[in-house]
Structure formats: structure tokens, C-alpha cells
């Protein structure tokens, strides 16, 4: 394949920083680096340097944080989605923003292709590559994990010592790890092995539970039509509000979770993943959608949620049905506001309050002293016509 200017996804990690020069070195084109901030931090300092020094001709570093929150995590955060139970996907929902403004950079720049630094292995290649079809199906992509001669970490780790290129992991610390404002996710490594725990010095976002505060903290967190908006009464822009829901969960050493995960090329994996604002911000909501939502469209959008999260985990966030559950999750939000209170300790977010002006609990039907509004008489006949089919069906079926 013949390219003469690519756009590369660079993070400043193992993989891009030995996949500019392997660019130069085999296609003999010119590389533009490209890094999303997406609430990475002081990882983006040393990029410019190091860029440049590898072979790249410009490097473009876009923030992306405030369109990363509200474009992207908080309509996956309305959806309920939760992919297969646990995870709450902030590398799965990243991708797709990146991806696109890498598309925006290409065109800008009139590059004729696309690269990433994906292995063959996992989930991001197909996330990135289906936003880069959807999107512009035009440009040619390089997937060099898919065409080297290099086959494992370690001899990437090789690679880039020849080349003198500095590189943050080591063959004595080598798990991967990739960091936004949702989360921090680690894998490979140390973590391939499924029986053994992490360890404790791992962790960068949450302390261990047990060595959290002996005292809970209270928090009220308000949301607008499904949208969290502010904590204790104070309004938050986006991105400061989940950096402040990070800093309270992970005080008291929420959000941590350990899992075997399916990828979609068909393997399992081992991850191990922080995501302590976010794990508040799911309980909180689901809170109050069990006080907004009526039965049938709170029970219906559960089964939505989950292929919700099997579209944003498989990369399909541009996809014609992923537009269209947009859509009806939208409509549920509608009355999906107030106020829930959370008490926070010892890894623990647990719901001890919750009101809205849209409330369907009602006092006056649920109490169990007496009313004025519910006749316990009705409920006779209900039972008869409800269990009517079983009853007949019994009756025939009897042995």
C-alpha cells in the first residue's frame, strides 16, 4: 500500500512510540502524531518532544474532555449500559471521540491514511477502524500490530531500546494501561494471569477499601433530564464534576472492579479497571429512574441498556441503531430529574435518599396504614384473572 502522509493515534505509550519510526522505516511517509486529551493529565507533557524526536513532523494535541463528557459519556451514562454486568466501559466509549477528531486531522491535513497502534488481539483496533469507516471510508488505515514482524511486548520493549527511544513500561512492570476521565483500565502483564491478584501499588485513582476513612461521606448529587448537574447543590461544568465524583470515590475506595471479560475477537481477557466518579454516577441514576420511570419502560429499558453496551463495547457508536436507541433512552430522560443521596465508605456507594417533582412513589398508595385511595378488595380479582392461564393449565396438565 502506497501512502504518503499518515495520521498517527499517538499516545506517547509502547506501541506508538515505536510505530512513528516503523512508519518512516516501511512506508517511507510522513507521520503527523495525533493525542486526544481526554483526562489524561500530566501524561500529555512530555509528548511534543518526544514525538518530534521519534520522526514525527508535527504533533496536534487536542483537548477533548468537555466533548468526551457530554457527547459521549453521559448519553452512555443514560442509557444505563454496563457491559456484561460490570464494566462501565471507558476505553470502549473513548475511542469513538478520538477516533474522530483523528478523521478531522486527516482531512485537515489531506493525509491519505490513518493508523493506530491496536494489536490484532483486541477490541480498540475494531473501535477505531469502524469510526474511521463510518466516517470516511476513503482513507487507507495501518494497523502495523497487524503487519510487523514484532509478536508480543517484549519485543516491542526491544525494539524501542535499539532505537533509543524512551518507553514507559518496563519487562519487570509490563501491564497496559490506559487512563481518562472515566477511568483507568490495566491488563496484560503481571494481570494475564487470572488467579493472581493485583497488586496494591498498582492503583492510581482509589485507595483499598479497607484502608478508606473509618467515617462515611454524604453527598447529594441533582440531575436535569438524566444529566448529572450538580453535587450538594453546587453547579459543576462536565468534566469538573466527574473529577470531583473521582477524587470523593476514591477517598472511600469505590469503583475498583477485577474481571474476565469477553472481547469481541473472541478471546477472554483479565481486567482490571477504577472508574470511581463513574460507578457513583451509575448508581445515582439508576435511583432516580426508579422513581421517574414508570414499570414497563423502566423494565423495557434494561433490556435496551445491555445491547446499548454491546454496541458502544463492539465500536458500533456511529451505527444507524446505536442513533435510534438514542433516541427512545432520550425520551425516558425526560422526567429523569432531582436529587439522590449517596453515603460513601469503605468501597461502598449505597442510596439512602431520593426526590424528584416527577416522583411516581406515592405515599398515599404505598403506605401499609390506612388510606383512602386503594381497596385491598380489588386485588382478589386481579390475582383470579392474572394466574387464570396457570390455573388452566394446571387443571388440564394435572397428573
Known amino acids: 500500500m502506497k501512502v504518503s502522509k499518515v495520521v498517527l493515534a499517538y499516545s506517547g505509550g509502547l506501541d506508538t512510540s515505536i510505530i512513528i519510526p516503523w512508519l518512516k522505516e516501511n512506508y517511507e511517509c510522513e507521520v503527523i502524531a495525533f493525542a486526544a486529551d481526554v483526562g489524561q493529565g500530566e501524561e500529555l507533557a512530555p509528548l511534543q518532544e518526544k514525538a518530534l524526536k521519534t ?14 463528557v457530554t457527547d459521549y459519556i453521559f448519553p452512555m451514562l443514560k442509557s444505563g449500559a454496563v457491559y456484561e454486568g460490570k464494566y462501565l466501559m471507558g476505553t470502549s466509549v473513548a475511542r ?38 463510518a466516517l470516511n471510508p476513503n482513507l487507507k488505515i495501518i ?10 511486548r517484549q519485543e516491542a520493549i526491544d525494539y524501542a531500546r535499539e532505537r533509543k527511544i524512551e518507553i514507559p513500561v518496563t519487562k519487570e512492570k509490563p501491564y497496559s494501561m490506559d487512563r481518562n476521565l472515566w477511568h483507568i483500565s490495566y491488563e496484560g502483564g503481571v494481570l494475564e494471569d ?7 501499588t498498582m492503583f492510581q485513582l482509589t485507595v483499598a477499601p479497607e484502608k478508606a476513612p473509618d467515617t462515611p461521606d454524604y453527598l447529594e448529587i441533582g440531575f436535569e433530564k438524566g444529566i448529572p448537574m450538580a453535587i450538594n447543590g453546587q453547579a459543576y461544568d462536565p468534566v469538573s ?62 433490556m435496551l441498556s445491555k445491547k446499548y453496551a454491546d454496541l458502544v463495547y463492539n465500536g458500533l457508536w456511529f451505527s444507524p441503531l446505536k442513533k435510534a436507541l438514542d433516541a427512545f433512552i432520550n425520551e425516558t430522560q425526560e422526567r429523569v430529574t432531582g436529587v439522590v443521596k449517596l453515603k460513601l465508605w469503605k468501597g461502598h456507594c449505597l442510596p439512602v435518599g431520593r426526590k424528584s417533582p416527577y416522583s411516581l412513589y406515592r405515599e398515599d398508595f404505598a403506605t401499609f396504614e390506612a388510606d383512602q385511595v386503594y381497596n385491598q378488595k380489588d386485588a382478589e380479582g386481579f390475582i383470579k384473572l392474572f394466574g387464570l392461564p ?7 396438565n394435572k397428573p
Open 143 to 152: 494497523a502495523p500490530w497487524r503487519e510487523w514482524s514484532i509478536r508480543s
Open 390 to 396: 396457570q390455573q388452566i393449565w394446571n387443571l388440564v
Open 194 to 200: 487470572p488467579w493472581r491478584s493485583p497488586d496494591e
Open 241 to 302: 464534576l466527574i473529577e470531583h465524583l473521582n477524587a470523593l470515590g476514591g477517598k472511600h475506595g469505590i469503583g475498583r472492579i477485577d474481571i474476565v471479560e469477553n472481547r469481541l475477537v473472541g478471546m477472554k481477557s483479565r481486567g482490571v479497571y477504577e472508574t470511581p466518579g463513574g460507578t457513583i454516577l451509575y448508581i445515582a441514576h439508576q435511583e432516580l429512574e426508579a422513581l421517574t420511570l414508570e414499570r414497563d419502560t423502566m423494565h423495557y429499558k434494561e
Open 55 to 68: 520522526g514525527a513532523s508535527k504533533l496536534y494535541i487536542e483537548d477533548l474532555r468537555h466533548e468526551f
Open 96 to 133: 469513538p471521540v478520538i477516533a474522530k477528531k483523528q478523521i478531522e486531522i486527516a482531512e485537515r491535513e489531506e493525509a491519505d491514511a490513518v493508523a493506530h497502534g491496536c494489536t490484532g488481539k483486541g477490541n480498540d483496533q475494531v473501535r477505531f477502524e469502524l469510526t474511521f469507516r
